[in-house]
């Protein structure tokens, strides 16, 4: 489970290089702290480009490769956007060594059906955002999943705001479309 802290969803801000700094001498408290604040938007990077039930253990694999490769990040504001790239390796090498498998159990299909059937599911809207241009994905996600807001989308992903102002304008509307497709 993620950590659920204000730290968060807070702007990273000039303290991320004093942070990051910090946790290459080994302060675990700090890399702690770094962790606090980026999980969220780690997890909604990956839910942008991996199978929601991966996720939460890609998160730590990302966090674990971060501790284990930050001696190699030349400039520490640069953190985020950096983080940013070791998600989507991580949910790129899981895919590739994924297999695909279906669980077998004894049990007969549950019902499905809800009130309002039409309606997509969560893992239906996640599928249409992975069918999307790449540059829509990981802006969605991280506003429609973590619900952070433009600002902060554009600072950790190295971003200017109306970019991201466009690219979930765009994105919301390529969603619709997709997710119409499925639902008519």
């Known amino acids: 489970m993620l950590a659920d802290s204000t730290a968060n969803t807070r702007p990273a801000g000039a303290d991320t290089a004093a942070l990051v700094a910090a946790a290459r001498?080994?302060?675990?408290?700090?890399?702690?702290?770094?962790?606090?604040?980026?999980?969220?938007?780690?997890?909604?990077?990956l839910?942008?480009?991996?199978?929601?039930?991966?996720?939460?253990?890609?998160?730590?694999?990302?966090?674990?490769?971060?501790?284990?490769?930050l001696h190699g990040l030349r400039d520490a504001n640069a953190f985020a956007p950096w983080l940013a790239t070791l998600a989507r390796n991580e949910a790129r090498m899981r895919h590739r060594s994924a297999r695909p498998s279906e669980e077998l159990t004894d049990a007969m299909p549950a019902d499905t059906a809800t009130p309002d059937a039409d309606a997509p599911?969560?893992?239906?809207?996640?599928?249409?955002?992975?069918?999307?241009?790449?540059?829509?994905?990981?802006?969605l996600a991280l506003r429609l999943v973590e619900q952070l807001h433009g600002e902060e989308?554009?600072?950790?992903?190295?971003?200017t705001h109306g970019t991201v102002r466009v690219y979930l304008h765009h994105g919301i509307r390529l969603l619709r479309e997709a997710l119409g497709a499925t639902h008519d």
Do not use: C, K, N, S
Not at 121 to 139: K, S
Not at 153 to 159: H, S, T, V, W
């Open 25 to 45: 001498d080994g302060d675990r408290a700090a890399f702690g702290t770094l962790y606090e604040r980026y999980a969220r938007f780690v997890h909604g990077v």
């Open 47 to 69: 839910l942008a480009h991996a199978d929601r039930g991966d996720v939460p253990d890609l998160v730590q694999d990302v966090f674990l490769r971060a501790m284990g490769q």
């Open 121 to 139: 599911t969560m893992e239906e809207v996640l599928q249409a955002l992975r069918t999307l241009p790449e540059r829509y994905r990981e802006p």
């Open 153 to 159: 989308i554009a600072e950790r992903l190295g971003l």
